[in-house]
């Protein structure tokens, strides 16, 4: 018997997150080289607002499922007790207000408390796909993370990018002496800052004695990011590894595809006029860096310095274009994995670390860039054995 699957979503339209994840277990994705058709039935919707190009209805038509006026109606079926065995939770997209901290305030955390309401309320509970971020709030968040522990269902949350393909296919070696790390990447704050953030700490959490919790953060913007690594604020090494692995450099490259050394010639901070610098002390000592390189790059890289190698490692995070977003296909196969075993596949701690991480460094910025120490940002966890990312197949979950 399939397993049946009720989708709680902000918005389902095109190209939302909804639909990325969503059509998948309506219609099936490639997965190591086959057309893959998960062991679910999608039997229950709920969206929460229906702007123009709405899908849910057409959906819901095609593929003989119910739209629910409330979460609780859909994760019981119209009944009087819980009847589905997962949850997808896809809040991404539609019309929120922000904070004063330039945070979409995305009602994630209401939607998971409303599924948690209905299993305790039913004594039963299934397991959850909370897509990206946890919360804006790390507060929130680790209320989240408490409840799956204390009502024990498994929780996947995060973002595509630690799951997708890399090139080079380079995975760290688990235990391994991470000296430094930098990663880089594009976009607006609070969004794909945090695919960067979680991208960085899926690499990092490898290192000896795994994660081990934020000590201080800083986020700066501006000419301060350049004058930091004047500083010595970052490697200038790593920064010229990660961007090496880049295949979309801007400017000149744009315009007549000349190759560039974006760092060597001045040309990044020409480019990139309003860059920010989000600084990570982690309790263990290391220091992380990501650089978000707007105007400059249009990619998503890392590089790392591991003890007694002579070289940098670096690669590149790799996005297929728009549509289809084949790297999403990635992230439902672990979906699909937890589902299939009851057990997360990656630790909802990482998402957690990252949440708390980008939450403090948006305090630090509204606060003028101060360095903030996070005496609250405790989270423990290490990292899964087996590697979780597309390349060569994981166990048959790989894409």
């Known amino acids: 018997m399939p397993k049946r699957l009720a989708v709680i979503s902000s918005i389902y339209t095109y190209l939302s997150h909804t639909q990325h994840f969503a059509d998948r277990f309506l219609v099936g994705y490639p997965r190591s080289g086959r057309w893959h058709r998960p062991e679910v039935e999608v039997v229950s919707l709920y969206v929460d607002q229906r702007p123009d190009g709405d899908q849910s209805t057409g959906r819901a038509r095609e593929y003989g499922f119910e739209v629910y006026p409330t979460i609780a109606e859909a994760l019981r079926c119209g009944g009087d007790s819980l009847a589905v065995d997962g949850v997808l939770i896809i809040c991404e997209h539609g019309d ?7 945070q979409k305030l995305y009602p994630r955390y209401e939607m998971f408390k409303a599924c948690v309401e209905v299993f305790e309320q039913d004594g039963r509970s299934v397991p959850v796909y909370n897509d990206k971020n946890l919360s804006y709030s790390f507060d929130r968040g680790l209320e989240m993370v408490a409840d799956s522990k204390r009502l024990e269902f498994p ?10 393909w890399r ?3 380079l995975e760290l ?14 976009g607006g704050s609070d969004a794909m800052d945090y695919h960067a953030l979680e991208a960085m700490q899926c690499m990092i959490e490898r290192r000896r004695g795994g994660e081990t919790g934020v000590k201080a953060v ?52 020409r480019l990139a006029t309003e860059p920010a610098a989000y600084f990570i002390e982690h309790v263990d000592g290391l220091k992380t860096t990501l650089l978000m390189l707007n105007g400059a790059i249009g990619d998503y890289c890392f590089a790392a310095r591991l003890k007694d190698e002579p070289e940098p490692k670096s690669t590149q995070f790799f996005l297929p274009p728009t549509p289809p977003v084949t790297y999403s296909a990635c992230l439902v196969s672990k979906i699909d994995e937890m589902f299939d075993t009851g057990v997360s596949p990656i630790p909802v701690e990482r998402t957690l670390t990252v949440c708390g991480i980008l939450d403090h460094c948006l305090t630090s910025k509204q ?12 989270v423990q966890y290490r990292a899964p054995a087996r590697s979780q990312h597309c390349g060569p197949a994981q166990d048959g979950y790989s894409s």
């Open 218 to 269: 800083q986020m700066i913007v501006g000419d301060t990011v350049w004058e930091a690594g004047e500083q010595g604020r970052y490697s200038k090494e790593l920064l010229e590894s990660a961007l090496s692995r880049c295949d979309s450099p801007k400017g000149l490259t744009d315009e007549d595809g000349r190759t560039q050394d974006l760092l060597g010639t001045g040309e990044l901070q």
């Open 173 to 186: 070696p688990l235990e391994c002496d991470i000296e430094e790390a930098l990663m880089v990447g594009v």
């Open 96 to 102: 929120y207000p922000d904070n004063e901290k330039g």
């Open 167 to 169: 090139l080079p296919d």
């Open 367 to 378: 606060r003028g860039g101060i360095r903030l120490e996070t005496p609250d940002h405790r």
């Open 155 to 164: 929780v996947l949350a995060g973002s595509s990018l630690p799951v997708t």
